[in-house]
């Protein structure tokens, strides 16, 4: 698998920041709680309007690293499968007319078993 992950460094590296991105910004999200309860309690309301501003910037950031990150994966994950059955499908195709001459090789089984086995992949 590492094979076909040679030409993704840079989508995986840059997925593994939309991940940690996204990761500091949900544990972000009890301490900023915690600071509205101060602020509340406190009575320091033009702090707490700032803070729930601050808030609210922090979960847009948190949704745009876990959406990013979930479509930059799933194109990742696309192009490798592309990959695999492009490899896969030559492999076939320079194989001699006698494997295509058994009952179990036959065009339609072979195309169906790599869509299946790459899909499992």
């Not at 101060?38 to 609210?56: K, N, P, Q, T, V």
């Not at 979960?59 to 499968?81: K, T």
Request: glycine residues 8%; hydrophobic residues 50%.
């Amino acid at each position: 698998m590492a094979g076909y992950l040679k030409n993704e460094h840079g989508s995986l590296f840059a997925g593994t920041i939309y991940l940690f991105g996204g990761m500091i910004s949900d544990f972000m999200g009890p301490m900023f709680i915690g600071w509205a309860v101060d602020y509340m309690d406190c009575r320091e309301f033009i702090s707490l309007r700032w803070m729930c501003l601050c808030f609210f910037g922090v979960i847009i950031f948190a949704s745009l690293m876990a959406g990013l990150r979930a479509r930059l994966f799933n194109v990742m994950s696309d192009r490798i499968a592309r990959d695999l059955r492009t490899q896969v499908f030559a492999k076939i195709l320079s194989s001699d007319t006698a494997f295509f001459d058994k009952k179990e090789n036959m065009t339609g089984a072979l195309l169906s078993r790599i869509n299946a086995d790459v899909e499992v992949i």
